[in-house]
Every structure is written in structure tokens, then in C-alpha cells.
């Protein structure tokens, strides 16, 4: 591995490398950014850290054989990736209108990404290249489609992802394991049906696996899909989950069970690898990708989230259990932002999907697996009594990033969770204390999202009396350290289960407990691979399957919004001629 390099995206590339041709070729509906927070580029460095020549395109021109053809034919296998995000949650807004800002593109045109990126990507291939080495899906997209799912942008049920596109094989979940496993076999000329963590098409089922409802079976009858979804999403955790069988036609969707979590010491080497944190010299020339300003220098500390909000589909995609970095590598990679030219001393964020679930699990948890059958760790009304939040190696290790030689400001821009900081009666005190003197500035992002009893039992979401007393705490250590700090609140109008009077409930809460008015909320997206969109297709509350109210009118989910955003803010981004992006 060259400290210096990219991964080539050019033919010249792989020549400086001595590459006559590649043995994988990497397809992604982002531009390639080398960075540890872009899963094209993390699966990239894996496989040459397996001795796998690798390349990638990023953003390929889906109409012409330029890009697809640019690095050859790969002699192992092709990745595909819609991106970071699923094409269709980053192409249309939560009332389905286009987006005309990309993140991931340059010059931030959102010009490059097609719709089911991961589809087309494949089709490109097919299209160019008959007779191919097998094709293999990866990324967000195609692991939250990877069985039968609601698909809110048509509105429909759709087939597992792999029944749509012309693929082999995909690697489902974070993938860090299955990708070496599936790497080394195809370069042994091995089976990877046998690997975990991958999806395949049979023509018959495997017996041993659970036999879930057949595609069909939840087209007709959408009890069906709720119970196909939870044994979805209860056989997540490697510990014990098994293999699962859809009967999709005539033939068989097959999802091998996950794969193993990685241990502290994987986590370190995948994050240690010589990511150039910078988007590829090829599509410099389009303009400034803009999601580098917050990921170049940002610090992931694990993986995972317990949390469930019921929206979010971080747990059957990252897994419910945490898996940390080490400290010392993370301080490593603070002391390594030191000495780039670029680095202007300020760390934007030293997190992971919940930024205060470093450094404790329920031990129970990392024995047995994590507990299913809608038995959380934490949901609206209590925290399990097994978790024991445990602050203390966060504190310490803000402590010892802000004291690297070089570092003048680490914020912590990921979320937090309130109600694990006034739940941890021991050092949750002293970890809010810091973030107010250290790590945020101005103001600290939380994310209610509602707070109506009724809503945040289907969002998942803890009650609100933790709101109050966290807003307490909160107040009060501003108050000490002298300074006018304000909290800002991520909300959501028409979850299901949410109506215009529960709007109305949370619009008193926010003037009268909150003393603020919310300039901003999201209209929900029921986004593939969550319990909400679940919610959203069949109208039911999928833990009791009773009747549930959902609003799926756009009028009246833009109608749910603006009863909580400030009217005055409504008003001056209208006469500023801004939409209100939904
Ligand atoms: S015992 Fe409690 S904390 Fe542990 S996995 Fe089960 S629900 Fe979570």
C-alpha cells in the first residue's frame, strides 16, 4: 500500500502501479472520495490491504461506455454502490420533489446521480460487458432493499434488490468482513454462497434457513409483510441470527446469516488505512464536493446504534451492538490531522451514529446478542437495566484529543442522546459539562423529534420528561460557564401515528416548555429498511398490528409542519424566495 495514492480511476493510474488490469472494479453513485466515512473507498482499501488490485469510478456516465469501460474489465468481480445514501432518499425531498443539491457530487449539482443507482450502475455493466465476472451489490441501497420492501417513491412493495437488478451476490450490512471473505474466495475460485453476510438467488430453498413469507404472500396480505419485516429485523446480530429464505416467483432470495462484528483491534486497522481524505484528482475539475468540509476531518469512534428510533434503519444496516476504536488509535488519528498542510487545527467531529454510546455495551449483549422480539434497550418509556450508560471513557477521551499538540477545537457534531446523559447519574453531568465548554459552539443539535406521548411510542423515541430535565442541565451549565448556548431540536411532522392536534401538542410544548420557536422540521420519509415505513405502507402499528392513522396527503403533511415552524421564518425564506424543502 503507497501512503501517498489513491485507488487509480484512470488507466494511467494503474500503469504508475504496474497494473496491466484490475482484479475488482468499484462503481458508485458518489464521487471517490478517499476518506474512512465513504464505504466505496473503506471496501477499497480493504481489498488491497488482501493484496486485490483495485480501482474506481465514481459518478459514471450512465449513457455512453466511457466510464464503465475506463479501467477494463476487472478479473474477480464488479461492486456497485448507489452511494452513501439511497438515490432515491438523496434525489427527492419527503414530499417527492427533485433535489437540486448533491453533497456527494462536485460542484454540487445533483446532476450525476441517477435514480436506483444501484440498478443502473448494474445494467451499465450488463449493457457493456456480456459474460462478466459476477456483479456484487453493496451500500446503503441495496442492504436496506435486500428483501421485499415498501418503496415510497413508487409506492409500492418492491422485490428484494437482487430480483430488480441483474446481479450476482450482494454484502449486506457494514460488510468489512464478508468483503475479505468474499475477495479471497473468488480469488481461490471458491463458492461464495458459503459466506456470510451475502445475498445470492437460488432455484431452491435452503431448508435450514427460517422460511419467511414469499414476496407474493406480502403483496396479498400486508399482515404478512409485518411478520416478513420482523424476522428481518430480529435476525441482524451474528451472535445468533440465522440464515433467512424468501420465495420470490419461482426461485428463492437467500440471506446467509450476518457477519461477524469486527474487534477493536479491526476497527483500528480499517480505520488506519492511507485514505488520502480528499476527493480523487478526476473529478477536482467539477468543483468542491461539498460533504468533504464535514467529513476531511472528523473522527468515527465505533459503529452501531441500540437506539432504534423506529425511522431509522441504522440498526439492521450497522447493527445494535457498539464496537469501538480503541483510544490510542483515535488519538492517532488526531496527532495525523496535525501534520496535513490543510488542517487548520479544528477536528469537525469526533462521533458515530450516536455520539455518546462510546465506550460501554450491556454485557449481556455482547455474550448472548442482542434482545429481539421488541425488547429494547431503550424505548419511550424506560432504559433497559442492563445498560449500563457509563460516560467516563468518552470525558476522557475528548480530554485527551483537545490536549493533542495542534488541536485547538473538537466538536462533537454527531448526535446525542438526552436521555443517556441524565440517565448516567454518575458521569452524565460531567460529559454534558464538557460538550458545553468544549465541543459545541453556539448552540447543540438534540432530536425529539415529537413530543406527543402517542407519537413517540411509534417513533421509539424517549418520553419527554427527559427532555425537561436534560434542557435543565443543559441551562444550568451555561448559566456557570457564562455562556449563551441555545439547543436546537430536529422534529418531524406525519410519522404515522401523528395527526394535525398532535402538531398543535407539540407546538404548545415548544412555546411553553421549550420557550423557542422551531425554524425548522422534516416531513417523514419512510425510507426502505425501517419499522415507520412499515408503519406507512400498511397502515398498522406492527407490534400489535392494530389500525393506525397515517397521513399521506402531501398538503397535509406540509400542512402538519408549518403548524410548528416559526411563521415569521416561513416568511422571510418565502420572500427570499426559498422553497421549504421538505
Ligand atoms: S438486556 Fe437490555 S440492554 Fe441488554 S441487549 Fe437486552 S434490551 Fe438491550
Avoid at 437467500?254 to 480505520?271: C, G
Avoid at 469512534?301 to 476504536?325: L, P, Y
Avoid at 458515530?352 to 455495551?361: H, I, L
Avoid at 406521548?453 to 435543565?472: A, C, N, R, S, W
Wanted: proline residues 4%; glycine residues 8%; aromatic residues 10%.
Amino acid at each position: 500500500m503507497n501512503k501517498n495514492e489513491f485507488l487509480p480511476t484512470t488507466k494511467e493510474e494503474m500503469k504508475k502501479r504496474g497494473w496491466e488490469e484490475l482484479d475488482v472494479v468499484l462503481i458508485s453513485g458518489d464521487a471517490y472520495i478517499d476518506s474512512p466515512f465513504m464505504g466505496i473507498a473503506v471496501v477499497g482499501r480493504i481489498l488491497e490491504s488482501i493484496g486485490l488490485r483495485v480501482g474506481v469510478i465514481g459518478q459514471p456516465d450512465i449513457n455512453s461506455d466511457v466510464d464503465v469501460k475506463r479501467l477494463g474489465e476487472p478479473k474477480l468481480f464488479w461492486g456497485v454502490s448507489g452511494g452513501s445514501i439511497d438515490s432515491m432518499v438523496s434525489n427527492y425531498t419527503a414530499t417527492k420533489k427533485f433535489r437540486n443539491s448533491d453533497d456527494y457530487t462536485p460542484g454540487g449539482k445533483n446532476n450525476k446521480r441517477p435514480d436506483r443507482a444501484t440498478l443502473v450502475y448494474t445494467n451499465l455493466i450488463r449493457r457493456y460487458f456480456k459474460n462478466t465476472v459476477p456483479i456484487v451489490l453493496g451500500g446503503i441501497e441495496a442492504s436496506l432493499r435486500r428483501l421485499s420492501h415498501y418503496d415510497y417513491w413508487s409506492n409500492k412493495l418492491r422485490k428484494p434488490i437482487l430480483f430488480d437488478t441483474k446481479a450476482d451476490y450482494m454484502i449486506y450490512g457494514m460488510g468489512e468482513q464478508a468483503i475479505i471473505d468474499l475477495g479471497n474466495t473468488l480469488r481461490d475460485g471458491g463458492d461464495p454462497k458459503n459466506i456470510r453476510g451475502v445475498c445470492y438467488i437460488s432455484k431452491e430453498p435452503v431448508l435450514e434457513y427460517l422460511q419467511i413469507p414469499s414476496h407474493e404472500e406480502c403483496l396479498s396480505n400486508k399482515e404478512k409483510y409485518i411478520d416478513l419485516f420482523k424476522v428481518f429485523y430480529d435476525n441482524n446480530d451474528p451472535v445468533y441470527s440465522k440464515g433467512l429464505c424468501q420465495k420470490v416467483d419461482s426461485r428463492y432470495l437467500i440471506q446467509n446469516p450476518p457477519s461477524d462484528y469486527l474487534e477493536e483491534k479491526e476497527m483500528d486497522k480499517i480505520a488506519s488505512f492511507p485514505y488520502q481524505r480528499d476527493v480523487h484528482p478526476y473529478h477536482k475539475k467539477d468543483g468542491k464536493v461539498k460533504c468533504l468540509e464535514t467529513i476531511k476531518f472528523s473522527i468515527m469512534t465505533h459503529h452501531g446504534c441500540w437506539g432504534e428510533c423506529n425511522f431509522c434503519a441504522i440498526a439492521v444496516h450497522q447493527g445494535r451492538t457498539i464496537r469501538t476504536r480503541s483510544e490510542e488509535n483515535i488519538i492517532q488519528e488526531a496527532k495525523d490531522f496535525t501534520k496535513m498542510k490543510d488542517f487548520k487545527g479544528i477536528i469537525s467531529d469526533v462521533g458515530g451514529p450516536t455520539a455518546n454510546m462510546y465506550g460501554y455495551e450491556c454485557k449481556k449483549k455482547l455474550k448472548k446478542g442482542t434482545c429481539v422480539d421488541n425488547y429494547r434497550c431503550v424505548d419511550d418509556k424506560r432504559l433497559c437495566k442492563a445498560m449500563k450508560v457509563d460516560h467516563s471513557r468518552n470525558i476522557q477521551l475528548l480530554k485527551d484529543i483537545r490536549e493533542v499538540p495542534g488541536v485547538k477545537k473538537a466538536f462533537v457534531a454527531s448526535g446525542v442522546r438526552y436521555d443517556l446523559i441524565t440517565a448516567d447519574k454518575k458521569h452524565g453531568y460531567n460529559y454534558l459539562k464538557q460538550m458545553v465548554n468544549h465541543h459545541i459552539s453556539g448552540q447543540m443539535k438534540v432530536a425529539p423529534e415529537h413530543t406527543d406521548d402517542e407519537v413517540l411510542y411509534h417513533m421509539g423515541k424517549p418520553g419527554k420528561q427527559t427532555l425537561i430535565d436534560f434542557k435543565k442541565m443543559y441551562d444550568k451549565l451555561n448559566k456557570e460557564s457564562g455562556k449563551k448556548q441555545f439547543l436546537t431540536y430536529y422534529l418531524i411532522a406525519a410519522h404515522p401515528g401523528c395527526k394535525e392536534k398532535h402538531m398543535h401538542e407539540l407546538k404548545q410544548f415548544t412555546t411553553h416548555e421549550l420557550k423557542m420557536n422551531p425554524e425548522q422540521a422534516q416531513v417523514f420519509t419512510p425510507t426502505p429498511g425501517t419499522y415507520s415505513a412499515v408503519m406507512y405502507y400498511t397502515e398498522m402499528d406492527p407490534f400489535t398490528k392494530k389500525k393506525i392513522f397515517v397521513e399521506k396527503d402531501t398538503r397535509r403533511k406540509e400542512k402538519q409542519k408549518s403548524i410548528v415552524i416559526d411563521k415569521k421564518y416561513q416568511q422571510r425564506r418565502k420572500s427570499n424566495g426559498a422553497s421549504l424543502q421538505s
